[in-house]
């Protein structure tokens, strides 16, 4: 997988270069595509959105611009889907779990709870362009939900975090009655499990924290959460999560402008999206680390584990919900399996054949305690 998007992109910088010798390109008329996220201008996901968007305009040679605008620009984070399907924007940058409302199948697509039978985040991609999984996000998009959208993974945001806290959390009793943030079908699981779910954009998390309408809240994790403000409000983090822990979020366009656009701008913005998956998604994995050992040496918080009694619920859960869903939505079942067969033959080879990541991991940088976050670097 890794091979065919090196391939890709070669092919977007000949395809840049080929166009800029073209006779007349100097005078060629720039395309601009008006797009918006569902994230707010600070934060690190937007930032995925603008590293697309500068690759674009520079592997088109400046015949295709995009305008990358934040969540509220134009209109509100969740309504970004149907904003793009009527053309108030050519296309946005978004996460399938905020669409659950009009199919559940929509998480699937994020990766699922569990990060779907097991698969990690080079896996889920490989499913996506080796098992069948883009041809159903298109189907889903335009079959299912007969909006007028295509789309294309580009935002790894994982794995997340299991959340914030008031208070110290030993077991899923600790949590009943809380009220707290969650969202798509991880909110349907905690609800089963007992819990007060409020649902709400990234954005307003940290006001109602403040104002008292939460008391608990799961977002992302790592430098996410920093930049939001976690830490002024909470005091006790805890990781990992099971709930995102292979979230991927999409690039959509409005089908009319994806059809109107030039076949090398079409590859171009493909070839981009997989470079901005890759590229984006390691300098993340280091901003993360660095936030967490600023978490707790600047401010205070505990950077706690996650009980393992709180994630197997959850996992278990998740399957009962996820079974009955697939029972009576055709859609979901068939986008379940075609995850779970490319999954059975990836997942036990990589368990089987890579080492552990704890194995070095436990030899060079042992952990202090079975409960202590990550230990600071040494400068």
């Known amino acids: ?214 008391d608990c809240a799961e977002w992302v994790g790592g430098v996410e959460d920093l930049r939001l403000g976690f830490h002024n409000v909470w005091k006790f983090h805890y990781t990992p999560g099971v709930h995102e822990n292979t979230t991927i979020g999409d690039i959509i366009f409005n089908l009319d402008v994806w059809n109107n656009l030039s076949e090398v701008h079409k590859e171009i913005i493909r070839s981009a999206a997989n470079e901005t998956f890759l590229v984006w998604w390691a300098k993340w994995q280091r901003q993360n680390a660095d936030a967490l050992v600023e978490m707790q040496t600047k401010h205070g918080v505990q950077v706690l584990r996650t009980p393992p009694e709180i994630l197997t619920a959850f996992i278990k859960k998740w399957d009962e919900l996820a079974a009955e869903e697939a029972g009576k939505n055709a859609f979901f079942k068939k986008v379940l399996e075609s995850q779970k067969a490319y999954a059975s033959v990836v997942v036990p080879y990589k368990r089987f054949y890579f080492p552990p990541y704890s194995y070095m991991a436990n030899y060079y940088f042992p952990e202090k305690s079975a409960q202590g976050g990550p230990s600071p670097a040494k400068k």
């Open 1 to 214: 997988m890794l091979k065919a998007m090196f391939r890709a992109l070669v092919f977007a910088v000949s395809a840049s270069a080929l166009i800029a010798s073209m006779p007349g390109f100097a005078q060629q008329q720039t395309k601009v595509l008006k797009m918006q996220s569902t994230w707010p201008a600070s934060l690190t996901l937007h930032e995925n959105f603008l590293y697309w968007a500068d690759r674009v305009n520079k592997l088109s040679g400046g015949t295709l611009k995009i305008e990358a605008m934040p969540a509220g620009q134009v209109v509100p984070a969740f309504e970004v889907l149907d904003a793009v399907h009527k053309k108030v924007l050519d296309g946005g940058h978004v996460w399938g779990g905020y669409w659950t409302g009009k199919n559940k199948a929509a998480i699937l697509f994020t990766g699922g709870p569990g990060g779907t039978h097991g698969m990690d985040f080079i896996d889920a991609m490989g499913w996506y362009y080796n098992g069948g999984g883009l041809e159903l996000l298109h189907e889903f998009y335009q079959k299912e939900l007969k909006l007028s959208l295509i789309g294309f993974p580009i935002l790894p945001a994982g794995p997340q975090a299991f959340g914030w806290f008031k208070k110290p959390i030993r077991n899923i009793a600790d949590m009943k009655g809380m009220k707290c943030r969650q969202t798509g079908i991880a909110g349907e699981v905690w609800k089963a499990l007992g819990f007060t779910v409020v649902n709400m954009p990234g954005g307003e998390i940290i006001p109602s924290a403040q104002r008292g309408v939460i």
